[in-house]
């Protein structure tokens, strides 16, 4: 791809030029989704490595010294990629971890709380591990429990924290 075109394309994702940027997802899309597929993922889950590759494409596009010496489409499918694969390495060191079956917590009759205790049965053990690690402790303890989770910084823990919670407010609208 000549430097031009590559010009044009930072310039139509640096101005949030839709027609672009819906032409690139069509692009590159099915690509991430079936690296994800092929690699035990699912549609979700490629939905979420693509939108973690654009938006830090749209990030460094808003940098005017950043220049792509390669099609965006390049770009975003290794981006999706790594983030794919840094979830895989993520899970399996999730699940080498113990973690307590919400099950087994005593819930008591009439409670107030037991919508919560319904949503907590509910989620996957990564968010259950990951929320209940940021809320129970200091944020001095959460930055090194980010660290032992295998996130890069601060905000790669808070980014997967509002995920969660997003999934957690998934499950109460859908009761």
């Known amino acids: ?24 997802y069509s692009e590159c899309f099915p690509a991430v989704e ?8 699912t549609r979700p889950d490629a939905e979420d490595a693509f ?30 990629r790594r983030q794919w694969l840094k979830r ?6 999730l699940s080498s971890q113990p973690l307590p079956d919400p099950a087994d917590c005593p819930e008591p009759a009439h409670s107030p ?9 509910r989620l996957t053990q990564h968010c259950l591990l990951l929320l209940s690690k940021a809320f129970l402790l200091p944020k001095k303890q959460q930055e090194k429990v980010a660290e032992e989770l295998g996130y ?13 919670l997003q999934q957690a407010r998934k499950i109460v609208r859908k009761g």
């Open 1 to 24: 791809m000549d430097p031009q075109q590559n010009n044009e394309w930072l310039l139509a994702l640096r101005t949030g030029d839709r027609p672009a940027c819906e032409a690139l």
């Open 152 to 164: 890069k910084n601060r905000h790669s823990f808070d980014n997967q924290k509002y995920k969660c």
């Open 113 to 121: 709380l037991a919508p919560l205790y319904a949503v907590l049965k």
């Open 34 to 41: 079936r690296m994800v597929l092929l690699r035990g993922g």
């Open 51 to 80: 939108q973690e590759a654009f938006m830090a494409l749209c990030q460094r596009a808003a940098d005017p010294l950043f220049r792509l010496t390669a099609p965006p489409s390049h770009f975003l499918i290794a981006a999706a």
């Open 88 to 93: 895989l390495r993520e899970r399996e060191r």
